[in-house]
């Protein structure tokens, strides 16, 4: 006897997402478009980080990671948004504004393709083919 499927054939994995048509781009995940910020501030909240994206749309989720020793931010966020077009202008306005005196470094989370050269948060991430 084969036990039930627990876990639905999509579930988990990440869409490639169609507004280009190219081969790179971001990357849908479950419910939304993840965005990278980098050079938060350690004393940064979600709230702040919340607060400061808040007008680009409507956010689904935000992640703030704690250094479990000193309870201060490790320097990035995660920001799931709903929409494609919410996430591009959150990328496209944030990238470069200055929070509680950091410059912000903001691109896509998930994505394939090249690492750009310069700028963004997408400079950092591995290219995994």
């Given amino acids: 006897m084969t036990p039930p499927a627990r876990i639905a054939p999509r579930a988990g994995r990440a869409e490639r997402a ?9 990357q849908k995940s479950v419910e939304g478009y993840v965005i990278i910020v980098l050079n938060v501030h350690e004393e940064a909240t979600e709230e702040d980080v919340f607060d400061a994206f808040a007008d680009f749309g409507e956010i689904q989720n935000v992640h703030l990671n704690l250094d479990r020793r000193t309870g201060f931010a490790k320097g990035y966020a995660l920001l799931e948004f709903k929409e494609y077009k919410e996430a591009k202008a959150a990328v496209e306005g944030m990238d ?34």
């Fill in 18 to 26: 169609g507004h280009d048509g190219g081969a790179s781009g971001p």
């Fill in 96 to 129: 470069g504004a200055v929070l509680q005196g950091m410059t912000l470094k903001v691109g896509w989370a998930f994505g394939k393709g090249p690492i750009p050269e310069k700028g963004g948060a997408e400079s950092h991430r591995r290219n995994d083919g």
